[in-house]
């Protein structure tokens, strides 16, 4: 267990950062002052008092901004993982690395290390650092990190980034070895330990997609490991499809999206559902999450309000730059989250992947947003656009792929055009865009590698079962 925020890592009391500096000038000023007068009232005359306080005065304002008192270096936490398929488990144990110093330095393992460690992943290392980067709470990323916390890389993160505490969850994080992959910095006592997030990891979300895209094949992944964002939890065993492009920038003519395919396309034939077993957790959404996910922020009668509308399954780096790109209209972005029957409908009944909640905390979890709407209706009202005070309403045009990704673009089948009444009044603006990480083609990389994920799903359900079988109450940053 790492030790608790304000205790030092071997059990006694940390150290108190150095007083505000500005604060302790002034004080040191108004008792110099003080001793001054006091001093030339005993002295002398009011008048030899008052030149004795001047000249006192002059001395100040030359010397105490030379005195050596500095500021207290901000804090610096390092946290690493995989962030394969990132998800709102991801994002709350970032924001629970975050309130553990000032400054929060993220690691990406490299495609390579994760291959070598654990399996492929589903996304390239530049799709699950495009996300991470979007992070509120992320300060700085360094990209493609070892998987492995050795000695050498450790002290680079003390020197070189002036990294104070290196954190993960309360669950253990084994090497392929069998050693403890935080055994050197415990060691040096720069280690603290986050609360993981239950109900959630890239595991069990893959095997919704396989479930989703064939209605038959149940991957036994409910019982496999949460996240807490760190690289014990945050990758999976599916392997990108070979040549599968990157998301082209949003809001400018996008790169062909790469085709989606469905379970056939890959050669696979489909398995017979698995026995089903009882899930070791469930995603229990709280009214306190959505406040810590929430910026709080209140828009101006002033501000050029832009609202984004979408069911944003599978929060990826193509989101990220729509939702940059549709911040860039204005002053503050309120995006809408469609519920799941809404999604239901136009998208199929295995549909959403992940449900309302979910969805919402991935898209909080995006610096560029601003407000979410949950369950947002599907046509964008009068009384919408009064009560958000909205100026731009973006409309999503598909790129020359076709492909929008998981975004809602248009009326579909006999649904009325959503966009109909702001485009009336002259408030719709259009974003041209495309992405290859639409939800049918994350599917499509997952079930290409289908028998690695199964594979990695046996490895970790024993290890799984077992830390649920003991572990403890940890409290939550």
Known sequence: ???????????????????????????????????????????????????????????????????????????????????DLAHYGHANALRQAAACGDELVVGICSDAEIERCKGPPVLNLEEREGVIRANKWVTEVISGTPYELEKEFIDRLFAEYKVDFIIHGDDPCLLPDGTDAYAAV???????????????????????????????????????????????????????????????????????ASPSSGPNSSGVAAKAPAPAEPKLYNFLPTSRRILQFSTGRVPSKNDRVVYLMGDWDMFNWGHVQ?????????????????????????????????????????????????????????????????????????????????????????????????????????????????????VADIIARVIANRAAFEAKYERKAKTEKEYVAGKAFVAEK
């Open 186 to 256: 415990k060691a040096a006592g720069r280690f603290k330990t986050i609360k993981r997030t239950e109900g959630v990891s890239t595991t069990d979300i893959v095997g919704r997609m396989l479930l989703s895209e064939s209605g038959s094949i149940r991957a036994p992944a409910e019982a496999a490991s949460t996240a807490s964002g760190s690289r014990s939890r945050a990758s999976s065993t599916s392997a990108p499809v070979a040549g599968s492009p990157a998301p082209a920038e949003a809001g400018v003519e996008a790169v062909s």
């Open 322 to 438: 729509l939702l940059k790109a549709a911040r860039e209209l204005g002053d503050f972005l309120v995006v809408g989250v469609l519920g799941d029957e809404a999604v239901k409908q136009r998208r199929g009944r295995h549909h959403p992947i992940l449900n309302l909640q979910e969805r919402t905390l991935s898209v909080l979890a995006c610096k560029y947003v601003d407000e979410v709407i949950m369950g947002c209706p599907w046509e964008v009202s009068g009384d919408m656009l009064t009560t958000f005070n909205i100026s731009v309403v973006v409309r999503v045009v598909p790129g020359e792929s076709g492909s929008s990704g998981t975004v809602v673009t248009s009326a579909s089948g006999d649904d009325e055009d959503p966009f109909a009444l702001p485009e009336g009044r002259g408030l719709v603006r259009e974003i041209v865009w495309s992405s290859s990480l639409s």
């Open 1 to 83: 267990m790492g030790a608790a925020a304000g205790e030092a890592p071997g059990g006694g009391a940390a150290e108190d950062p150095p007083a505000d500096p500005p604060a302790r000038a002034r004080a040191a000023a108004l008792g110099a002052l003080g001793v001054g007068l006091a001093l030339g009232s005993a002295l002398g005359s009011p008048r030899e008092a008052l030149g004795r306080l001047a000249g006192g005065a002059r001395w100040l304002a030359r010397n105490v901004p030379r005195l050596p008192w500095r500021r207290r270096r901000p804090v610096r936490v390092y946290m690493d993982g995989c962030f």
